[in-house]
């Protein structure tokens, strides 16, 4: 009898989803930031934000149609992304059907990029996964312009082996944005964006922090 078994143990996971009504909010979605921004035109200062205006973390408490649309779809996508890790890696507990779940954002907000906008590498706090969703982007960056990038969270050993070619063969893994697309990852991983290349306040995109409690 063969008894050889493969855990996946605290595996990297980063889920994406295209938000099917991106074009029904999009429009809304801009409007707000730019009555948001009126009201905040200096907007939230950090080391790590370069050329940019970021908004403040409570975003999700404002009363605007729009963003409590996105904010259900990053719920979604959040809880699907939690199941999906726990299915995968944790062998020793089973979910029931009729388990309930709470998806509870800690923080949202949005960052309008001037050109040459960047984030330095950085990880969230105070929550389980994260999220970045971009509203709006520069199509024509044919390069790695307004990437997202995530670095491989343990270190590199340099070596040149076919053994060691699935979990050494790179350091980090850039994202090319589409519009309406939503990127979820674990709280630990360091990530960041490259400097942009879009006009001013062309490239927007809107992060968010949760937790998720069985309920
Ligand atoms: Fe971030």
């Not at 050329?51 to 699907?80: A, R, V």
């Not at 726990?86 to 960052?111: E, G, H, Q």
């Not at 990127?183 to 001013?200: E, K, Q, R």
Request: charged share 20%.
């Amino acid at each position: 009898m063969n008894n050889d078994n493969f855990l996946h143990l605290w595996p990297s996971i980063v889920a994406r989803f295209e938000n099917p009504n991106h074009n029904e909010i999009k429009g809304g979605l801009l409007d707000f930031f730019k009555e948001v921004r009126s009201k905040n035109p200096v907007g939230r200062k950090s080391y790590e934000n370069k050329k940019l205006y970021e908004s403040t973390y409570d975003m999700h408490s404002k009363n605007n149609i729009f963003y409590q649309e996105l904010i259900k779809f990053f719920q979604t996508c959040f809880l699907k992304s939690s199941l999906y890790s726990f299915n995968t890696t944790v062998k020793n507990k089973k979910l029931n059907a009729d388990d309930k779940f709470k998806v509870s954002i800690t923080n949202s907000w949005f960052i309008e990029y001037e050109k040459g906008g960047s984030v330095l590498p950085h990880t969230h706090g105070n929550c389980s996964w994260c999220c970045v969703y971009y509203v709006q982007i520069d199509d024509s960056s044919i390069d790695e312009s307004g990437n997202t990038y995530f670095v491989k969270p343990f270190s590199h050993n340099n070596l040149d082996d076919f053994g060691s070619f699935s979990y050494n063969s790179f350091t980090s893994f850039s994202h090319k944005p589409k519009e309406g697309q939503l990127l979820i990852w674990p709280s630990y991983l360091v990530h960041g964006s490259v400097a942009s290349s879009a006009d001013n306040n062309k490239r927007i995109i809107v992060s968010a922090n949760s937790k998720i409690f069985k309920i």
